[in-house]
């Protein structure tokens, strides 16, 4: 009987052990899974704030190229401006020439 009750110590305890061992590999294998989990959101929330920053930064270089053309623009139109004020201006330079060259303050300058 004695040897019975061993035996059958050891088997509960045996049992005992490969419930732990059992235990202790699904716990290992919930966090393995649960660590997979956490580096798979972590990877696509870092993807999703990649995907925005991106589309941030084209906006704004989209802008950027806006404004210089516009301020191109504007320089150009301004230049045009000047263009025709200096046009103008060396007409009236010419008119003044011929106006002096045919009186006595013409004869003077020459």
């Known amino acids: 009987m004695r040897s ?3 035996s059958e ?5 045996e049992q005992a052990e490969k419930i732990v061992s ?11 899974a ?4 956490g580096e798979q959101h972590l990877s696509e929330a870092v993807e999703k ?3 925005k920053r991106d589309t941030k930064i ?6 950027s190229r806006d404004t210089i053309d516009k301020v191109k623009k504007e320089i150009e ?3 045009s401006e000047d263009s025709e004020l200096v046009s103008c201006a060396h007409d009236i330079a010419l008119d003044v020439v011929k106006l002096l060259s045919t009186t006595k303050i013409g ?3 020459l």
């Open 22 to 32: 059992d235990a202790q590999k699904k716990a290992h294998s919930l966090i393995i």
């Open 107 to 109: 004869d003077r300058l």
């Open 4 to 6: 019975e009750l061993i």
């Open 49 to 51: 704030e990649r995907a």
């Open 77 to 79: 139109r301004k230049e």
């Open 58 to 63: 084209q906006k704004r270089q989209q802008e």
């Open 34 to 37: 649960a660590q997979q989990k």
């Open 9 to 13: 110590i050891f088997s509960v305890e």
